[in-house]
């Protein structure tokens, strides 16, 4: 193998960080805007006050540490796997989010969301069967 190559087993590895990181992510900004509570006037002082208690949040903080972490990791990967497989395969997220909403956070997930689920998962089968990159380099 070529340093043009880069090895499936690399790019798998990312794409599951990038599952993770998106999920754990979405996951402390739920978890910590569920303890900060809605935003009820769109005032300056409710705005300052909806500041001041999003950015003093740990959860929030986790959250945005998270997704810096998949945005780094995705990145990485797009400097060698096609956009068009890199995102399709992280919709992987889309399986793991209502699991954690339903089993940490304690949301009902509805019979509908989870056949959605299942197409989601189906497709991202499917874009994983196919090459990492198409693109021609000369």
């Known amino acids: 193998m070529n340093s043009s190559q880069t090895p499936v087993a690399k790019t798998?590895?990312?794409?599951?960080?990038?599952?993770?990181?998106?999920?754990?992510?979405?996951?402390?900004?739920?978890?910590?805007?569920k303890r900060?509570?809605?935003?009820?006037?769109?005032?300056?002082?409710?705005?300052?006050?909806?500041?001041?208690?999003i950015f003093s949040n740990l959860w929030i903080?986790?959250?945005?540490?998270?997704?810096?972490?998949?945005?780094?990791?995705?990145?990485?990967v797009l400097s060698w796997a096609d956009f068009s497989y890199?995102?399709?395969?992280?919709?992987s997220m889309y399986?793991?989010?209502?699991?954690?909403?339903h089993f940490v956070l304690?949301?009902?997930?509805?019979?509908?969301?989870w056949i959605g689920v299942g197409l989601i998962s189906l497709g991202v089968v499917l874009v994983g069967r196919t090459p990492l990159n198409t693109t021609q380099k000369d």
Request: net charge neutral; glycine share 10%; charged share 5%.
């Open 95 to 101: 399986a793991v989010v209502p699991l954690l909403g």
């Open 86 to 91: 890199v995102l399709p395969a992280t919709a």
């Open 36 to 53: 900060i509570g809605a935003l009820h006037s769109w005032s300056l002082p409710a705005l300052h006050w909806a500041f001041i208690a």
């Open 106 to 113: 304690g949301e009902s997930v509805a019979g509908s969301r």
């Open 12 to 33: 798998s590895i990312l794409i599951a960080l990038l599952v993770v990181f998106g999920s754990a992510g979405n996951l402390f900004f739920s978890a910590g805007m």
């Open 61 to 76: 903080w986790l959250g945005i540490a998270s997704m810096l972490l998949f945005l780094a990791s995705l990145m990485l």
